[in-house]
């Protein structure tokens, strides 16, 4: 009898030791807010349970600091550490405030730079005993400062920077390169995300770490193989050294497993990003996810999203290390550790951790290839992921036009015109339909994911948009046009129209008065080293910018002339322009949603909840149900039951209740919040921040950080 017992005592033993085994446990996150997106698994998620899915509703605004700084956007997700708030103004001065009051302590600027070309999502920080360090990048440079002063520590590189130029080789050195995403740290090395033209001028984005004490160059993982190494097969024979062919470049950030010494790189496509009859093949490490040894560089797996890619399926925000539950061969339950990546094409890839065997199927899809430009070698076949089903809807049929829209017919005829079948139709002279968007889908926010559920929670855009591929003026094309008129023509009518005019909204400003707004100096910085959402053209000649900028200001002399040489296209096709599928009063042209809120369980593969997110007042005052809009910038989830996100161009800060996604709480910012929240507690008290910089798609302007407590 007393043997029974026993044997009932240690079944129910371990019993409970499976049970404590099989619970997903949350990520390693604190009170504060060390890192980009809450930590190094990039979960943005917080422990803290002051603020409650009951008293959300009484939350106010405890503090608003403005930077006085309204020179662009601000997506910026600040960081915490010991009580002071580390962030960036929108013309990326780095600065520290009191995290409990928004008192400023210190502000940076680098005098030896004019103006920074980059907007920025954060900084990072390092400590070892006391030395403490924000590191972060402003124009082609990588900084480190002294946390506590904000003054540039003198040992590291060149007097305090590096240049992020370090270790590409010598065609990068005079090409365009900042960075938009904080580095990711790996005991004393940091790893640095950089974002590089988009056109065939790119430079090569290999991935490379750096010490974080010295700055000195610590290893490269080349994304274009050089002979030799693997991968090199899936490129054309020399284009790791073609001018004509770069990037395949880390811009949205990274992910790291620290206890196991893995950072997880995702990856950009190739330059070209339309035309890729320059680079045949595969083109790996485009479009990856790379698992590199975060100490020496190499690699460990990797996983193709997109092979040859010819519509700019970056992967837009780091991937996220969570956790899924699964039986194992035994029949038991066991925790796998896993890493979940986002896509622009609206899908959801989850791989294991180690192997990079993938948890969910995942289909080779035969794709359309028959109707490609002259020259191009598309590939036959795309992963798609039999499981879980997409965030963001796939294709657009005829009929899927905006019922609202005043010029229904026309949309319907514009979109007949287009290929629009699959979302991988080839790029085309008569016009293609990318759906999801050049945007996504998925974007740079990415998602955050809540361990006590397993859920996964992703904003989506859902916005199509018009490409259309033109033939490359060729020399005899510009005749009788001025040296200004050509250089123009060839780089910048793409997006800023033939006539000047821009398309605001699809970001691109009217240079028609520019005289009026800039002067010479700001004008051609911004062309040599761009700015935001535009690269910078620094292939151009000095004259070339000269003759642009005469142009622009209405100066130059109407003389035809000039040598274009430099200036001319060296691929045979050219994207017109990124123009937005729009109905004639400036809304998406296809039906609701456009834009999403989505709750992925990622045990299951089956979405909880699904709702709109954000809206057009005056269309919901017409008494048309919220149609969601456009979003940039990502949630947080904390363990009190809710989930923050700003990120809609409707400019409200919301906050849901994170099993069911009830609405609790929303407030109108100061202006458009296009940015990740932060969340953290000083002096006793939960906050959650917000950078309000607005500018994007047409919003007013802000300058400001806006924190969120309870009274």
């Not at 004019?114 to 900084?143: C, F, H, M, Q």
Request: charge should be neutral; include cysteine.
């Amino acid at each position: 009898m007393k043997i029974k017992i026993l044997l009932s005592i240690a079944a129910t033993l371990t019993s409970g030791l499976l049970l404590f085994n099989f619970i997903q446990t949350p990520p390693l996150a604190t009170s504060e807010w060390r890192e980009y997106l809450g930590g190094p698994d990039r979960a943005h998620y917080s422990p803290l349970k002051q603020i409650t899915i009951e008293n959300v509703k009484n939350i106010e605004l405890a503090w608003e600091y403005h930077t006085k700084d309204t020179s662009g956007q601000i997506q910026c997700n600040p960081i915490i550490v010991d009580g002071v708030m580390y962030a960036t103004t929108a013309s990326v001065k780095a600065f520290a405030l009191d995290a409990a009051t928004g008192k400023p302590l210190w502000q940076f600027s680098d005098s030896r730079e004019a103006s920074a070309s980059n907007t920025s999502r954060g900084v990072t920080y390092w400590a070892e005993g006391d030395d403490k360090r924000i590191l972060y990048s402003a124009g082609p440079w990588l900084y480190a400062l002294n946390a506590l002063t904000g003054k540039v520590i003198e040992t590291f590189g060149d007097s305090g920077r590096v240049s992020l130029r370090l270790g590409l080789p010598e065609i990068a050195q005079n090409k365009f390169i900042c960075s938009n995403t904080p580095g990711t740290v790996y005991k004393d090395l940091i790893v640095m995300p950089v974002r590089l033209s988009e056109g065939p001028d790119a430079a090569p984005g290999h991935v490379r770490a750096f010490n974080v004490r010295t700055g000195k160059l610590a290893w490269t993982f080349r994304t274009i193989p050089h002979p030799g190494e693997a991968g090199y097969e899936t490129w054309g024979k020399e284009n790791w050294k073609n001018t004509d062919v770069g990037a395949a470049n880390n811009w949205a950030g990274m992910a790291i497993d620290r206890d196991r010494g893995i950072i997880y790189v995702p990856t950009g496509s190739a330059g070209y990003d339309f035309y890729g009859g320059n680079r045949p093949g595969q083109n790996l490490y485009a479009n990856c996810l790379l698992a590199l040894d975060a100490a020496t560089g190499k690699r460990k797996w990797h996983f193709q999203f997109v092979h040859h890619d010819v519509w700019d399926r970056d992967l837009p925000s780091p991937p996220t290390l969570v956790q899924i539950r699964r039986n194992g061969p035994d029949g038991r339950p066991r925790l796998i550790d896993a890493v979940a990546q986002i896509t622009k094409s609206g899908f959801v890839f989850v791989f294991d951790r180690v192997t990079g065997k993938s948890l969910f199927p995942i289909q080779e899809r035969s794709v359309p290839t028959h109707n490609a430009l002259p020259g191009e070698k598309p590939w036959a076949t795309q992963p798609v992921p039999l499981k879980p089903a997409p965030f963001s809807r796939q294709t657009i049929g005829d009929n899927d036009v905006n019922p609202y829209a005043k010029d229904k017919d026309e949309l319907k005829a514009r979109l007949a015109k287009m290929r629009h079948k699959d979302q991988f139709e080839l790029p085309s002279q008569e016009g293609t339909l990318i759906f999801p968007g050049f945007d996504g889908g998925g974007e740079w926010g990415g998602p955050a994911y809540d361990a006590e559920t397993g859920l996964l929670f992703i904003n989506s855009n859902e916005m199509a948009w018009e490409m259309k591929m033109l033939p490359t003026p060729k020399a005899n094309d510009l005749a009788g046009l001025t040296q200004g008129q050509k250089v123009y023509k060839i780089n910048c009518a793409g997006c800023h129209g033939t006539e000047r005019k821009g398309n605001p909204a699809s970001g691109y400003p009217s240079l028609v008065d520019v005289s009026t707004r800039r002067d010479h100096a700001f004008v051609n910085t911004i062309v040599k080293n761009g700015k935001g959402m535009m690269p910078g053209f620094s292939y151009l000649k000095d004259d070339e910018r000269r003759a642009l900028l005469a142009y622009l200001f209405n100066e130059e002399k109407k003389e035809a002339g000039g040598d274009t040489k430099a200036a001319l296209f060296p691929l045979p096709f050219k994207m017109k322009g990124y123009d937005k599928f729009l109905s004639e009063d400036g809304y998406p042209a296809i039906s609701p949603p456009w834009g999403q809120l989505s709750a992925l369980n990622l045990n299951t593969g089956e979405y909880e909840w699904k709702i709109v997110l954000g809206e057009f007042k005056e269309l919901t005052a017409r008494g048309i149900p919220p149609t969601g809009c456009e979003n940039y910038g990502g949630p947080v989830v904390t363990a009190g039951g809710v989930l923050f996100i700003a990120a809609t161009r409707d400019g409200m800060f919301r906050a849901f209740d994170k099993r069911t996604g009830k609405l609790l709480f929303q407030t109108e910012l100061p202006a458009a919040g296009f940015a990740t929240p932060s969340v953290y507690e000083a002096d006793g008290k939960q906050y959650v921040v917000i950078a309000c910089g607005g500018t994007k798609l047409g919003t007013k302007k802000g300058d400001s950080y806006v924190a969120f407590a309870l009274p």
